[in-house]
């Protein structure tokens, strides 16, 4: 079992930046690929953003590319989604998400997902 629990959403103004954590606690966070996921009201759960075990391997949504950073620290158990350039289209409800093995993140999708966390809202006004 993993537990991810999410912090550091909240409102921000278009062009601000926020920074995403998402602290693992259970078995070998090191062994689980970890990535990001949102979802806006009334639409589906997307992808943002993955990382592999080690964060040598990393993948992004068109959508946020270049302005999303997704990173991970081991030691801490703990991942993280640094947004910056924030736009109004990214307010969502964003959810950490953990799939085993971490060595991939090919096709890292929800339905591939072994551990989701609860959620952070992010609301970007314009």
């Known amino acids: 079992q993993v537990q991810l629990v999410e912090s550091g959403g909240g409102l921000v103004q278009a062009g601000g930046s926020l920074r995403l954590s998402c602290a693992a606690s259970?078995?070998?966070?090191?062994?689980?690929?970890m990535g990001w996921f949102r979802q806006a009201p009334g639409k589906e759960r997307e992808f943002v953003a993955a990382i592999s075990w080690s964060g040598g391997s990393t993948y992004y949504a068109d959508s946020v590319k270049g302005r999303f950073t997704c990173s991970r620290d081991n030691a801490k158990n703990t991942v993280y989604l640094l947004m910056n350039s924030l736009k109004p289209e990214d307010t969502a409800v964003y959810y950490c998400?953990?799939?085993?093995?971490?060595?991939?993140?090919?096709?890292?999708?929800?339905?591939?997902?072994?551990?989701w966390g609860q959620g952070t809202q992010v609301t970007v006004s314009s």
């Open positions: 259970g078995r070998s966070f090191s062994s689980y690929a």
């Open positions: 998400a953990a799939r085993f093995p971490g060595n991939t993140i090919v096709r890292f999708t929800a339905d591939q997902i072994d551990y």
